[in-house]
């Protein structure tokens, strides 16, 4: 019984973000929309967060770029499919492919890596501290 409660954790902190995603997807339907660009936007978001949290140090930082970033992605994506009348599902799929090219090259200017980010020692909240 121990052995399943350690499973349903982990299963549920690596399902977070797919959740995520899921109920960005549920709500673009509601709204009779369709949305490819969903894991580009959770991936600018994970790297804005990342790279701003690794920069200065303040997690409400990190939100608050993650935010910015996966809005201003969503953004791009609205406007090239409303706006110049593009296909959503070409302009969600370029959102995603940008995001992927963008990660990297990003990555290898501030981390000096090709796309996987080293996570040092950092604190979120004051009473919990994470060891990578």
């Given at each position: 019984?121990?052995?399943?409660?350690?499973?349903?954790?982990?299963?549920?902190?690596?399902?977070?973000?797919?959740?995520?995603?899921?109920?960005?997807?549920?709500?673009?339907?509601?709204?009779?929309?369709?949305?490819?660009?969903?894991?580009g936007m959770l991936l600018t978001g994970a790297f804005a967060a990342i790279a701003v949290v690794s920069i200065t140090g303040n997690a409400a930082a990190g939100i608050a770029a993650a935010i910015i970033a996966s809005?201003?992605?969503?953004?791009?994506?609205?406007?090239?499919?409303?706006?110049?009348?593009?296909?959503?599902?070409?302009?969600?799929?370029?959102?995603?492919?940008?995001?992927?090219?963008?990660?990297?090259?990003?990555?290898?200017?501030?981390?000096?890596?090709?796309?996987?980010?080293?996570?040092?020692?950092?604190?979120?909240?004051?009473?919990?501290?994470?060891?990578?």
């Amino acid at each position: 019984m121990k052995d399943f409660f350690a499973v349903f954790n982990s299963a549920m902190l690596i399902s977070t973000p797919l959740l995520f995603a899921a109920c960005g997807g549920l709500f673009t339907v509601l709204a009779g929309m369709l949305n490819i660009a969903l894991e580009g936007m959770l991936l600018t978001g994970a790297f804005a967060a990342i790279a701003v949290v690794s920069i200065t140090g303040n997690a409400a930082a990190g939100i608050a770029a993650a935010i910015i970033a996966s809005a201003s992605l969503a953004l791009i994506t609205a406007f090239s499919s409303i706006k110049f009348k593009s296909n959503v599902f070409i302009a969600g799929l370029a959102a995603n492919l940008l995001a992927s090219g963008l990660t990297i090259v990003l990555s290898q200017r501030l981390f000096n890596t090709r796309g996987v980010v080293p996570l040092r020692d950092f604190q979120v909240i004051p009473f919990l501290r994470f060891r990578y």
